[in-house]
């Protein structure tokens, strides 16, 4: 199975901030590569799929680039309504896998 | 609107079997693939299963490959999945997901879960 890091596992961060997240895979996944948030006793949400392609309803201070095995989620300026846990998922190829998560504190 | 609703979670011994199932609406239900996603108590994400549009493709991870099975009525416009030989390692609180496209492709909308407990 693709093993896909993310980093970092956690972080703290203040109101405006720029957050950056990172997931690599551990092989090839073109741009196969969707971002979710999940906030505690709630279903993820997804963000941006295809690597880049920014989710509907979702604000634009959030974007998503990378190909191949490497991919980052910016929050360009982070909002109280942005801290959670943030996922990365490879749809490749089965079985897909999902990183570790990224939780966003406050600072 | 999109709704997914998931039933048929519960307390259940090691060994068990159990059928969780998903009743689906807002959206076209036989055009879509879907999946199912699960996350044990405190801990991330897995993805479990997904299914095609027309049940022809399917795919498990490999924790469940063989003690899992999907499956859908695109008649009731409901999923499905079919659990064997449970183990403890499978208490988790199981996600029902829509796929974007007719294959699978991405998760787009999840709904709020159904609790499995594995425990004697």
């Known amino acids: ?107 | 609107e999109v709704q997914l609703v998931e039933s048929g979670g519960g307390l259940v011994e090691p060994g068990g079997s159990l059928r969780i199932s998903c009743a689906a609406s807002g959206f076209t239900f036989e055009n879509y693939g879907m999946h199912w996603v699960r996350q044990p108590p405190g801990k991330g994400l897995e993805w479990v299963s997904g299914i095609t549009w027309h049940s022809g493709s399917t795919g498990y991870a490999d924790s469940v490959k063989g003690r899992f099975t999907i499956s859908r009525d695109n008649a009731k416009n409901t999923l499905y999945l079919q659990i064997k030989s449970l183990r403890r390692e499978d208490t988790a609180l199981y996600y029902c997901a829509k796929d974007r496209e007719r294959w699978l492709q991405s998760i787009d909308y999840w709904g709020q879960g159904t609790l499995v407990s594995v425990s004697s």
């Not at chain 1, 895979?25 to 948030?37: E, G, M, T, V």
């Open chain 1, 1 to 107: 199975a693709i093993q896909m890091t993310q980093s970092p596992s956690s972080l703290s961060a203040s109101v405006r901030d720029r957050v950056t997240i990172t997931c690599r895979a551990s092989q090839y996944i073109r741009n196969d590569l969707a971002w979710y948030q999940q906030k505690p006793g709630k279903a993820p949400k997804l963000l941006i799929y295809a690597a880049s392609a920014l989710h509907i309803g979702v604000p634009s201070r959030f974007s998503g680039s990378g190909s191949d095995t490497d991919f980052t989620l910016i929050i360009s300026s982070l909002q109280p309504d942005d801290f959670a846990t943030y996922y990365c998922l490879q749809d490749y190829s089965y079985p897909w896998t999902f990183g570790q998560g990224t939780k966003v504190e406050i600072e």
